[in-house]
């Protein structure tokens, strides 16, 4: 079956950097768009970036020119490099993909930007 396992969060100061993963399978990964969402307590869950299978990524406003999305088909994982960390990106950062008509998600990780 499909699993997507996070991995990567932690703690960090504002301005800090961290890099998540997400390693898949029980798919087609190299056929798949992937993407990141997180979501803060209290807060609707928000697309932070996605790649296409091609390897073309797409930021929301928020984030470009801190964070970058890769992936390693590979390795079946997709990676967020986040640089130039702030308090409102502390949040669980999910891994999503739609496959065999379903949305999938893996667990979480936790991102805490604290000083």
């Known amino acids: 079956q499909v699993q997507l396992v996070e991995s990567g969060g932690g703690l960090v100061q504002p301005g800090g950097s961290l890099r998540l993963s997400c390693a898949a399978s029980?798919?087609?990964?190299?056929?798949?768009?992937m993407a990141w969402y997180r979501q803060a307590p209290g807060k609707q869950r928000e697309l932070v970036a996605s790649?296409?299978?091609?390897?073309?990524?797409i930021y929301t406003g928020s984030v470009k020119g801190r964070f970058t999305i890769s992936r390693d088909n590979a390795k079946n994982t997709i990676y967020l490099q986040m640089n130039s960390l702030k308090s409102e990106d502390m949040a669980v950062y999910l891994c999503?993909?739609?496959?065999?008509?379903?949305?999938?998600w893996g667990q979480g990780t936790q991102v805490t930007v604290s000083s």
């Open positions: 999503y993909v739609f496959w065999a008509g379903r949305a999938r």
């Open positions: 029980g798919f087609t990964f190299s056929s798949a768009n």
């Open positions: 790649i296409t299978s091609g390897g073309t990524p």
